[in-house]
């Protein structure tokens, strides 16, 4: 048997999970794990300049690609603290991410030690595990048992916290006979799909939600598949956004409050029947639940069978893997089809595509300031289908869901469920790690931008190009928006005259000396006529000098993106005119109608 620190058991399990890359920051009580790391070889690691850009880096690593697990380190004490945000953000969205934590020596954990915290107890209510590992024997156990509980069922995150002895301790551990645990995901049966199956065929104007369990299960060919045996309308949600092209003549657009389409709210709410297939029915999808619902029928099928009735209680629901599920699906499909069993559904699609010719939003307009809807129209001429989108929350986020065009699963990465500000700029980093020859392109509000911005300095040092498109109103905007049902204007400016800079007026921080300083490029756009000019330089830059670079459009102060303000999906408000002529949405996946 061969004999080895827990520390170095661990780094040899990781890499015969398939880890390859690890983001983090070392420290006193991590040490002996990077020595390990060191040592081992055959696992690059990222240094972070924040832990909790560290998490967000290993997220969006983890998104890229099917099968990756994105693996961040740290330190005792606030290493760990830090990490929570990425463990909360990972586990909303159902991203496997390894969190490993070092921790103060076992003898003194209890006595108040340095940088002593149960970090185990603060994060268990956000990862599928969350463990200190006491006994050295046992860390090759933990390890094992995390992979298992990351990829089964319906994906997380899980924190492992190694005491420094613990590392240091010597152990019997042969990697060569190492073998991961099977993964469990639950499967339908063909009696259920079969029952499924009878009730879309019972109705008149079907529509499927694809959720972000579709991507998770890299189940888009099946998804889309099954969509066209069935001539059934395709809405895919803010996390299964890509799981079928924009252009494809079944995708029926977005659904929802805020990150939806005219069209699709309006197709949503003429259908009477809903095949959801790994979503969640998240609020801002859904909204008023007694409007969502009212006079559909739901069949529910998600890999996580507490996830079904968790919102409301479907007419019928699968517990099963999407991958698994679409399998069947399509295969009962086919034979009905084979048989003559499977209904026209041809004018119901089609009245779906009318409507997306008809119910557009304005995206042209030439006002100085740049008024936002501009700038994702001249997003659209400048980056193609293979661009990977990287964004977290915020109006930028919104009008850029409402606006940009996704074609692929993996290539929108958002944050959804938790959406915490700053988590761009990490998370596109750990994106352009993952597949160091993609278009990756983030968007930020200029307060998004800010709360980490630090991290920028982690893609200049380790070379990570990539665009971030950072929309600067000088403002909290969607707080802004969201204070006008409370009829205040309150704590959410962040304009003042910056005495360094004073060609930026009330606009405040500069963006572009900031980025430079932290070794990046940056241009800054006042025109609307020189966004596109600016996007193709900054390909060019980030080709040439392998850093970061960033496109700041200064934005008019005040923009309201629509969006419902009374929870109702019936009930969007639009702002801003909307198309009427088909010069208003030269970028529209279908030429408006008129």
């Known amino acids: 048997m061969a004999r080895m620190t827990a520390a170095r058991a661990a780094v040899e399990i990781l890499k015969r ?12 009580a991590i040490n002996p794990f990077y020595a390990a790391l060191k040592a081992s070889g055959g696992i690059s690691h990222t240094l972070a300049r924040h832990v909790e850009g560290a998490s967000h880096m290993a997220e969006g690593y983890t998104r890229t690609h099917p099968g990756n697990i994105g693996v961040c380190v740290g330190t005792s004490g606030p290493a760990g603290t830090d990490m929570i945000t990425g463990l909360y953000s990972a586990s909303g969205d159902s991203v496997p991410i390894l969190c490993v934590t070092g921790q103060a020596p076992t003898a003194v954990i209890h006595k108040e030690d340095f940088q002593a915290v149960d970090i185990a107890s603060i994060a268990r209510p956000v990862t599928k595990m969350a463990v200190t ?67 879309l065929n019972a109705a008149e104007r079907p529509l499927i939600v ?58 949503f709410l003429e259908s009477d029947f809903v095949l959801g297939i790994g979503n969640r029915w998240a609020n801002r999808h859904t909204g008023r639940l007694d409007v969502y619902t009212a006079g559909r029928t739901f069949v529910h099928v998600d890999v996580e069978p507490t996830q079904i009735g968790r919102i409301f209680a479907p007419d019928y629901g699968i517990a ?131 709360f980490m911005i630090e991290e920028l300095a982690v893609g200049a040092q380790h070379r990570i190009p990539y665009v971030h498109v950072l929309v600067n109103n000088a403002y909290l905007g969607l707080i802004r928006q969201a204070q006008r049902a409370f009829d205040i204007d309150f704590q959410v400016n962040l304009e003042f ?20 300083g932290l070794g990046c490029k940056a241009i800054r756009v006042t025109d ?58 030269p970028t529209a996946v279908r030429p408006l109608k008129v």
């Not at 933990?142 to 069922?153: C, E, P, T, Y």
């Not at 319906?154 to 551990?173: A, H, K, N, S, Y």
């Not at 005259?497 to 900031?514: Q, R, S």
């Not at 008019?556 to 408000?573: L, P």
Request: with cysteine; hydrophobic share 45%.
């Open 320 to 450: 099963s893997d999407a991958r698994a599920a679409l399998e069947l699906f399509v295969e009962v499909a086919e034979e009905m089809r084979a048989a003559g069993r499977l209904p026209d559904r041809s004018a119901w699609a089609a009245a779906a595509q009318e409507r997306r010719a008809t119910l557009q939003r304005r995206t042209h307009f030439d006002d100085v300031p740049i008024k936002p809807q501009r700038v994702y129209e001249e997003m659209n001429k400048a980056f193609g289908p293979e661009t990977r989108y990287v964004t977290t929350i915020g109006l930028s986020q919104i009008a850029g869901a409402q606006m940009l065009h996704v074609y692929r699963p993996r290539h929108w990465i958002n944050c959804g469920q938790a959406g915490p500000l700053g988590w761009t700029v990490p998370a596109a980093l750990g994106v352009a790690k993952a597949d160091p020859q993609a278009q990756v392109v983030a968007l930020s509000g200029d307060y998004d931008f800010q």
């Open 133 to 199: 590992v006491l006994e050295a024997a046992q860390v090759p156990g933990v390890f094992q048992q995390a992979f298992h509980l990351m990829r089964s069922g319906r994906p997380g995150p899980v924190l492992i916290d190694l005491p420094i002895d613990v590392q240091l301790t010597e152990i019997e551990f042969d990697p060569d006979t190492y073998q991961p645990l099977p993964v469990y995901k639950p499967a339908a049966t063909r009696a259920q799909v079969e029952k499924a199956l009878g009730m």
């Open 497 to 516: 005259e910056n005495i360094n800079t004073p060609e930026l007026g009330a606009y405040g921080v500069d963006h572009v000396k900031v980025a430079e």
């Open 210 to 267: 694809a959720g972000g369990g579709v991507v998770n299960a890299d189940a888009a060919d099946l998804l889309v598949r099954f969509a066209e045996l069935t001539g059934t309308p395709v809405v895919p949600t803010l996390m299964g956004w890509g799981v079928i092209p924009d252009d494809h003549e079944l995708n029926a657009g977005m659904v929802g409050l805020q990150t939806s389409h005219r069209y699709g709210n309006a197709t």
């Open 17 to 28: 999970e398939g880890v390859d890359v690890a983001f983090g920051v070392p420290g006193a």
């Open 528 to 585: 609307p006529a020189e966004l596109g000019a600016a996007f193709e330089q900054a390909k060019k830059l980030a080709a040439e000098h392998r850093v970061p670079v960033i496109v700041e459009a200064i934005l008019e102060r005040v923009t309201n993106i629509a969006m419902s303000t009374t929870n109702d999906i019936s009930d969007v408000v639009e702002f801003e005119p909307v198309a009427t002529e088909p010069g208003h949405a």
